[in-house]
């Protein structure tokens, strides 16, 4: 039976908002600038270009392909069952790792020193709780999350666009062409978020029209707040970002009164996002499952509370593990791995559609795919390496799975 469709161009558009102006935000500056230096905005505006192309690719196969699932539904159907399993793939592990970055954001804005991780554990287990039982974000909820993001967002720009004349950051080391395309690749973790509207083909009125549009006006708004939170980070920190960037930016630049308020918001927007991801993660695995592209025991449904409880409490499992054993810098890195190579396969898609679904000129998945590959390589070493690992493992998988089903 399909889903209801009941999410107009506006609700679409929150979603999309709520998904890239949220935590990543608040948690991206110090890897980005530790990458980019000075080339902060040289980095960002790659990530932007890139970003674009790949909003485009997905609008275009969105409004051909209206239904759930994003790229993994997307590449199976135009280029075949193999992409679109890499796809899935990636995209799960990808946001895996987004899973553990918003639980350490979150304790890095809400824990005192030395709580960080027990913290950040916490938050996984009660939100993958709280999804066994049905309680996912709704489109009212995600408008909340927005509004509070923002809040916190216009302090920290007013604070450093009038900063305190003693405020005077740090020296930032020079930037590099190599350096400002990791940064670039870091930075992407922040705009991923656009992927969330595609994937809400069998919940959006008119989706043809609506999903298009909403993907490039929330990125466009995404856009236009990183630029000016980027500004305010390097007239305000440079170099000083800190593990909660933004909390440290208001103290700096003299507003420390009001530092509570982006540590709410901060805390706020990375719970709101861990509990989205873990629920899409959990739709897309048990997708896979049904396909066996993953182990058909995460296909199972609960009766009562009809969600996916096997996949949920797997997916937990594995966040909480990586929160144990891993850093920020390399969640962000892990998780821009997965999902820049599954844009990639969203392009590779995308250029495969003939003239009736052309929506945008192919160029443009043309420089999508070229930057998803150029960014993807120059991420941090290890974060690469494992990420390449996992994706053998999971091809390494379905090849067992298919030569088992045809002995």
């Given at each position: 039976m399909p889903l209801a469709?009941?999410?107009?161009?506006?609700d679409a558009v929150a979603i999309g908002l709520g998904s890239m102006v949220g935590a990543g935000v608040f948690s991206v500056w110090e890897p980005a600038l530790d990458a980019a230096g000075s080339g902060l905005l040289v980095a960002l505006a790659i990530a932007a270009l890139v970003a674009y192309c790949n909003a485009t690719s997905s609008a275009q196969l969105a409004a051909v392909h209206p239904v759930a699932g994003g790229t993994y539904a997307y590449a199976r159907a135009e280029i075949g069952p193999w992409w679109g399993f890499i796809a899935g793939w990636c995209f799960v592990i990808g946001k895996i790792a987004s899973c553990a970055a918003m639980a350490m954001t979150f304790?890095?804005?809400a824990a005192p020193a030395g709580w960080q991780v027990p913290v950040a554990v916490a938050a996984v287990?009660?939100?993958?709780t709280v999804n066994c039982f049905g309680v996912t974000?709704?489109?009212l909820l995600t408008r909340i999350l927005v509004v509070v993001s923002l809040l916190g967002l216009a302090v920290v720009v007013a604070a450093g666009l009038t900063a305190a004349p003693g405020a005077t950051p740090e020296p930032l080391p020079d930037a590099t062409a190599y350096g400002v395309l990791q940064g670039a690749g870091l930075l992407f973790f922040a705009f991923a978020g656009y992927a969330r509207i595609a994937t809400m083909g069998e919940e959006v009125v008119d989706p043809a029209r609506c999903i298009p549009r909403a993907i490039v006006l929330a990125l466009a708004g995404a856009v236009l707040v990183y630029a000016l939170v980027a500004v305010s980070v390097l007239l305000v920190l440079g170099a000083d970002a800190g593990t909660a960037p933004l909390a440290h930016l208001v103290a700096q630049a003299g507003w420390a009164p009001l530092a509570p308020v982006v540590r709410?918001?901060?805390?706020?927007?990375?719970?709101?996002a861990l509990l989205a991801l873990l629920t899409?993660?959990?739709?897309?695995s048990l997708a896979m499952a049904r396909e066996a592209d993953l182990p058909r025991f995460l296909a199972k449904v609960d009766d009562r509370w009809q969600v996916p409880r096997r996949a949920e409490i797997v997916v937990a499992t594995i966040v909480i593990g990586i929160v144990l054993l891993a850093d920020l810098r390399g969640a962000i890195g892990f998780s821009s791995f997965g999902v820049l190579l599954y844009y990639l396969i969203a392009n590779a898609s995308a250029f495969r559609q003939g003239a009736p679904a052309r929506r945008y000129p192919r160029a443009l998945q043309v420089i999508g795919a070229l930057g998803c590959l150029v960014l993807v390589n120059t991420l941090p070493v290890l974060s690469a390496a494992i990420g390449t690992g996992v994706v053998l493992l999971?091809?390494?998988?379905r090849m067992l799975r298919l030569r088992l089903a045809r002995d």
């Open positions: 469709r009941r999410l107009s161009l506006r304790a890095a804005y287990a009660a939100l993958a974000r709704t489109a709410i918001a901060a805390a706020t927007a990375s719970l709101g899409g993660i959990g739709r897309t999971g091809v390494g998988y």
